[in-house]
């Protein structure tokens, strides 16, 4: 994880983000078959008006796959005076056996950013999942389970 070592002069910053696997409620490893939670605590010193709060998923090369917000998941952020945690869980089997980063921002939309933690690389490992359940390696990025249906149409 990230530790904030120096104060910050910004309206609003982090003071430490943290990452972990999470498989059936219990924080480990972070694998082919669990969650990914980024926990994330931060300080806001003055009022921020419209303040918002992002994680992103970048892969290898620092290139965004995706990014989500509290609004997601209809949460609202408090711009007011305090000290709060956050946590943002992924879903499960989402990440393939690769590295990838996250990247938290706390911004204000038009004004830009007030602090943002870059790099804290990880590496997945493998377990049991659809992931990699194929005869060969999964190409792409993520992993997403998607509906598939399949007829026979000659008999």
Same mark, same amino acid.
């Given at each position: 994880?990230w530790?904030?070592?120096?104060? $910050?002069?910004a309206k609003?910053?982090? !003071?430490q983000?943290?990452?972990?696997g999470?498989? #059936?409620g219990?924080?480990?490893?972070?694998?082919?078959?669990?969650?990914?939670?980024v926990?994330l605590?931060?300080?806001?010193? %003055?009022?921020?008006e419209?303040l918002q709060?992002s994680?992103?998923?970048? #892969?290898?090369?620092? %290139?965004?796959?995706l990014?989500?917000?509290p609004?997601?998941a209809s949460?609202?952020? #408090?711009?007011?005076?305090g000290?709060y945690?956050?946590?943002?869980?992924l879903?499960e !089997?989402?990440?393939?056996?690769?590295?990838?980063s996250?990247r938290?921002?706390?911004?204000?939309?038009?004004l830009?950013t007030?602090d943002?933690?870059d790099?804290?690389r990880f590496?997945? !490992? $493998?377990?049991?999942s659809?992931?990699?359940?194929?005869? %060969?390696a999964r190409?792409g990025?993520?992993g997403v389970?998607?509906?598939?249906e399949? !007829?026979?149409?000659d008999?």
């Amino acid at each position: 994880g990230w530790r904030r070592s120096a104060p $910050s002069s910004a309206k609003a910053s982090f !003071e430490q983000v943290a990452r972990g696997g999470v498989v #059936d409620g219990v924080l480990g490893p972070i694998t082919t078959a669990g969650a990914l939670a980024v926990d994330l605590v931060y300080t806001v010193h %003055q009022p921020v008006e419209s303040l918002q709060l992002s994680v992103d998923l970048l #892969d290898a090369y620092d %290139q965004a796959i995706l990014v989500t917000a509290p609004l997601d998941a209809s949460v609202t952020l #408090d711009g007011s005076a305090g000290r709060y945690r956050a946590r943002v869980l992924l879903p499960e !089997e989402l990440l393939l056996e690769r590295t990838y980063s996250v990247r938290a921002n706390l911004f204000v939309p038009v004004l830009g950013t007030l602090d943002r933690v870059d790099g804290l690389r990880f590496t997945v !490992e $493998s377990a049991p999942s659809f992931t990699n359940a194929t005869p %060969q390696a999964r190409l792409g990025l993520v992993g997403v389970r998607c509906g598939w249906e399949i !007829e026979r149409l000659d008999g």
